[in-house]
């Protein structure tokens, strides 16, 4: 991740693909080790340039506990065209953590962070709104 973001300028972000579970992945992926994304980073694990943090800002302490607050770091990121590149190629693995799938726990705390997104973003930090959100553009 280090090596990427030095050659990379223009990254703000660089992160590993990142699977939900603990199970091995099957196969080696090919084609291109590096990708660029419109999607904003996760904060489970990012590599951020030092010079975007401080043009962007810290994280909004208003959220509370977790959730939501990494997404909307992420949108100002974009928003200031700081690239978030995922390196194919390097894996993390964020097993027992209720941020995927059906065991994702969604907190009251969840819910106030996802008004406050909504309040600042105008949409909801749901994983369909933010993919309309990115391909209409508005990441940027």
């Keep these: 991740l280090v090596s990427t973001l030095q050659r990379h300028r223009e990254a703000g972000v660089v992160s590993p693909l990142v699977y939900p579970g603990s199970g091995r992945r099957?196969?080696?992926r090919r084609g291109a080790a590096l990708v660029e994304t419109f999607y904003p980073p996760r904060g489970y694990c990012?590599?951020?340039r030092k010079s975007a943090f401080l043009q962007v800002g810290p994280f909004d302490?208003?959220?509370l506990k977790w959730g939501c607050e990494d997404t909307d770091w992420g949108f100002r990121m974009l928003s200031r065209s700081w690239r978030h590149?995922?390196?194919l190629d390097t894996e993390v693995r964020h097993p027992g953590h209720a941020s995927f799938g059906r065991k994702a726990v969604r907190s009251r705390e969840w819910?106030?962070?996802a008004a406050l997104f909504w309040f600042k973003h105008d949409f909801l930090p749901m994983q369909s709104?933010?993919?309309?959100k990115c391909l209409s553009g508005g990441g940027r």
Excluded at 129 to 132: E, K, L, N
């Design 61 to 63: 302490e208003r959220y």
């Design 129 to 132: 709104d933010i993919t309309w």
């Design 26 to 28: 099957r196969g080696r």
């Design 111 to 113: 819910y106030q962070n």
């Design 85 to 87: 590149l995922v390196r």
């Design 46 to 48: 990012m590599l951020i």
